[in-house]
């Protein structure tokens, strides 16, 4: 009987704890009060020495004022003025001293405490360029963007900010890791109690998955205490001869402007397509050689084919008309 009572309690304890995990827990009256006869109904405590299931069952009424006072302050963690910020922002520049530029970003960088997550440089006939994703502490995010302001060596192309603000998020992900851990503490507590070999490998397996959605909770968070501690820049530095003026340009000096871009882009084309071949030196010429084959035995095959044909027509005898009389008659 002691064992019908263990089992059907245990099976309850769980089906509570999985609902309470997959649903949102609001600050409402009403779900507080759900999730106080939840933790009374689970509560295992010190008082429980005798380690029998009815032990289990019997401590929960002493264990209820703690666990509403916990309860309690989980529900009302959440403010919803206290919200969680993600900064991000997409920033292209053009400078005529691109070393000095690069050299300052990295400078800058350092004393703002952050730091470069990926970089990409490139170098072109018309010029270098360079990518950059640089991660900042949040309360520096504005000082750096400031710092990419107009001066004599740079010209700002674009500026583009965004802000999202994930505190609901943030809060149901701690909520839910809260119910988590208060439920591996339940199922630990019912393992240490449990006797038969049958009861001890469900709890295993029932720790085992917790465990598993304990971690990715907690490296959700953790991804979320990333973005919001540190802000997010993609940067772009493009080396130009002469900074673009952002007044507006009469219609020759923009053709002349996108004429000169235009040939640019073509000797980039040329110096990329020299490199190419360079490269595939070996492999372009085994494929003009097997292609010249090939052509050159379907030219031979196509001339004695016709060859072939117009001796078959040569040999076939001529054919006569018949003659006619003078009546008319063939004879």
């Given amino acids: 009987m002691k064992r019908m009572k263990w089992l059907a309690m245990a099976t309850a304890l769980l089906l509570t704890l999985e609902l309470a995990s997959c649903g949102n827990i609001s600050a409402d009256s009403s779900s507080t009060e759900s999730l106080k006869a939840f933790a009374a109904t689970t509560e295992v405590t010190a008082a429980d020495t005798d380690y029998g299931y009815d032990g289990v069952y019997d401590s929960a009424e002493t264990g209820e004022a703690d666990a509403a006072e916990s309860t309690e302050s989980l529900a009302e963690s959440y403010d919803s003025s206290q919200v969680k910020l993600i900064y991000t922002a997409w920033v292209n520049v053009e400078v005529l001293d691109f070393d000095t530029a690069v050299?300052?970003?990295?400078?800058?960088?350092d004393e703002l405490g952050g730091y470069c997550e990926s970089s990409y440089l490139s170098n072109y006939?018309?010029?270098?360029?360079a990518s950059y994703t640089v991660r900042v502490p949040q309360e520096q995010y504005r000082a750096f963007l400031d710092a990419w302001s107009e001066t004599d060596n740079c010209h700002l192309l674009s500026r583009e900010e965004d802000v999202d603000d994930v505190g609901t998020e943030y809060f149901d992900l701690e909520t839910r890791l809260n119910t988590l851990n208060t439920k591996m503490e339940r199922l630990q507590a019912l393992l240490?109690?449990?006797e038969e070999m049958a009861d001890i490998i469900a709890l295993e397996s029932e720790i085992s998955d917790t465990e598993y959605e304990i971690e990715i909770y907690t490296s959700e968070?953790?991804?979320?205490?990333s973005l919001i501690n540190y802000s997010t820049v993609y940067l772009t530095i493009d080396e130009v001869i002469e900074l673009t003026e952002d007044e507006e340009q009469s219609l020759g000096a923009r053709l002349l402007q996108n004429l000169r871009w235009g040939a640019e882009g073509f000797v980039d084309g040329l110096e990329e397509l020299a490199v190419w071949l360079a490269r595939n030196l070996i492999g372009v010429a085994i494929t003009v050689v097997l292609t010249a084959i090939v052509v050159t035995a379907v030219v031979r095959w196509r001339k004695k084919r016709r060859g072939t044909a117009e001796k078959a027509t040569v040999s076939q005898p001529p054919l006569t008309k018949p003659e006619q009389t003078e009546n008319g008659t063939k004879e």
């Fill in 125 to 129: 006939s018309s010029g270098r360029y």
């Fill in 221 to 225: 968070l953790n991804r979320y205490d």
């Fill in 103 to 109: 050299s300052g970003l990295e400078a800058l960088v």
């Fill in 192 to 194: 240490a109690q449990a």
